[in-house]
Every structure is written in C-alpha cells, then in structure tokens.
C-alpha cells in the first residue's frame, strides 16, 4: 500500500491518531505517519492525498480500522506560518472542503495534545483559513468559510415521492436543502430519511443540478422542528459516504443560516441552534459579508482515544474493507495457490 507508516523497522511503525466525536460524529485526526504530502498548499496537498495516496483514506477509516460516518483529518503544518496548522479532511467516499464538526474535534484534538490553549487560533483548509477560538469551558467556535445560497426554490421530480423544492447552498461543501420530509427527524426513522436523502440526491446527478462552477452536491440537508424548546430547528444530513451526519454537521448548519438570513427570517447576529439527529447542537450566528455571511459556530467535542494504526504487509485487508475498496490481495505462496 503506497501509504506512509506500513514500513519502519520490523514493520512496527504505524500512524498515529486521535479520535474524537463531537456531538456523537467522529472525527480520526492523523498526527503523525501519514502520507508525504508536503507543506504548500492545503489544496495541493489534498490533490496529492487524493491522486497518489487514496488509499491511505479508505485504510483509515473504513473497517477493519475505522467506522461508519466517521470523518479523517490529515493534520500538516499550516499554509501560512503565522497560522495555527492545516488540515485536508475526508470521509469514506471523499475529500471534503470543510467540516465542522471536524474542525471541533481538531481543535479538542489539538487541546488534547497541549498545542492550542484557550483563546483564538487559525487552521488553514483547502478552501481557505478558518479562524477558531477554544473557549474556557472547552467550546470551540468555527468562523466558517463564507456561506450562500446559490439557488432558491429548484425544483426536482423524486421518484418514489413526487415533486419537491430545495435550497442549493454553500457552506464549505454543497448543500439542497429541503423543508420537507417522509417521517419526523428523528433517530427511529433513519432509515427512511437515507432513502429520500438518497433519492434526491440521484435526482440532482440526474437533472444536472450542481453548485457553482459544476461542483456536484454531496450533501443533501432536511429541516424540521427541534425537540427542546431552547433550540431551533433540528437537520438530518446525508454526507458523501452515503450515510448521516450525527452531529447538526457545522457546513450544513452554516448553508442553513446562510439561506434563513436571505429569506429574513433569521437576524444578523442572531443565534440559530440547530439540533443534530441525536439532539446535540451547534449554535450559529451569522455576520455580514457582501456575498452571504460568514457563521460563527459553536460546539464541542470531546477526545476517545489515541492509538497507533498497524498495517502489515502481509494483511490482505490492509487496505480496508468497504466503500468499494478493491477485493484484497492474496499472498500466493511459490505454486500460485492461495494462502489461507
Ligand atoms: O460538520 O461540516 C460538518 C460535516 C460535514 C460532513 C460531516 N460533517
């Protein structure tokens, strides 16, 4: 596997991590022994993981190593040396331009291992730098890439569930985003909301709906209202990889504002809390910018573990199982028979 970290002296060296959820969405951070990627650019050094070094994605997080929905980041040196790192994420079926949720969980991460303190800090992505702050409390606020709709009110022929009308809009990846839905967003009906989410999103690829410059929507966004009275409104959100976010996902609570402050119906400076699936929360708050806003989010996210990732030469699910990594390669012993 053309990965860093399968090699070393008697194949010991592996490729550390550490792992966090924030709202119940995991995020695996790489902090050493991922692929040489380089320090230039963060969007170059994710056209490299991505053309020379795909593999190294699926072998993090898919089965054996990693689970469903979680979210990897490969964390760098920053693109800007007065900056606090860099970071390329990606799930199991991408690479994604930002992630809320993960920068959270970066920044625990970072907390963690004793290199941020509270107060404000700067991690560069590959669409931009996105300036934190880690709060006394452990909170981290995100302000977020710039955030916008694009499209009002696009209309689509879902078969299995007739016409609809969404949203398309950016919030650091590209969202539809529709008002309604098959069932209530709720954890019992999941598996409803992943058929229509899935649905709609083959209906877009069909139709051609795309976000700006042709960049496909990978995010399909349902709202609905909150559980607790404090909060207000609760997301189901279909990811890349097919499955959903646990978390309110923080670029699609960020597209979200973006759209309620077009329509009026949320103030500048006003916060939104948006519950998750599982009820957990982000609270945004939109500032002004002359094309949409910028969101400033917040959430926490808490550490679960720090181990050091082996994959061994002769393991022929080395490179992970799932997301339609190729079958494994066998060893053949000398008579081309297969080893078991
Ligand atoms: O929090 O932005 C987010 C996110 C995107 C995909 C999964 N989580």
Redesign the pocket.
């Known amino acids: 596997m053309a990965t860093a970290g399968s090699s070393g002296p008697a194949g010991r060296r592996g490729v550390r991590v550490v792992d966090s959820h924030?709202e119940g969405?995991p995020t695996r951070v790489v902090i050493e022994g991922g692929p040489p990627v380089g320090d230039g650019p963060l969007a170059a050094r994710r056209d490299a993981l991505r053309d020379r070094y795909d593999e190294f994605r699926r072998a993090l997080l898919d089965e054996p190593r990693g689970v469903e929905a979680m979210?990897g980041a490969l964390l760098g040196p920053p693109e800007d040396p007065t900056h606090t790192a860099g970071v390329v994420f990606f799930?199991r079926a991408r690479y994604?331009g930002?992630?809320?949720?993960?920068t959270i969980g970066l920044v625990a991460t970072l907390a963690y291992l004793g290199r941020v303190r509270p107060g404000p800090a700067t991690i560069d992505t590959p669409v931009g730098p996105v300036p934190v702050e880690l709060r006394p409390d452990g909170s981290v606020t995100v302000w977020n890439v710039p955030s916008y709709r694009s499209r009002t009110r696009v209309r689509l022929d879902v078969p299995g569930y007739g016409p609809i009308e969404g949203d398309v809009a950016w919030?650091?990846?590209w969202f539809f985003l529709v008002d309604t839905g098959p069932a209530d967003l709720r954890l019992r009906n999941v598996d409803t909301l992943l058929a229509y989410c899935r649905a709609i999103r083959s209906a877009l690829v069909r139709d051609g709906v795309t976000g700006e410059a042709g960049e496909p929507i990978d995010?399909v966004e349902l709202s609905g209202p909150p559980e607790r009275p404090e909060n207000h409104g609760r997301s189901f959100?279909l990811?890349p990889d097919g499955t959903y976010?646990r978390?309110p996902?923080?670029?699609?609570t960020s597209a979200k504002v973006a759209c309620l402050v077009a329509d009026g119906r949320l103030a500048l400076g006003a916060p939104w809390r948006q519950e998750g699936i599982l009820g957990g929360v982000f609270e945004a708050v939109a500032e002004p910018l002359p094309r949409g806003i910028r969101p400033r989010l917040t959430g926490t996210a808490f550490v679960t573990g720090e181990s050091n990732l082996i994959f061994q030469e002769r393991d022929p699910f080395r490179a992970g199982v799932g997301s339609g990594a190729p079958s494994p390669k066998r060893p053949r012993t000398s008579g081309g028979r297969r080893k078991r």
């Open positions: 924030t969405e979210v799930d994604l930002m992630c809320g949720h993960g919030g650091g990846n995010h959100v990811t976010d978390s996902c923080g670029t699609g």
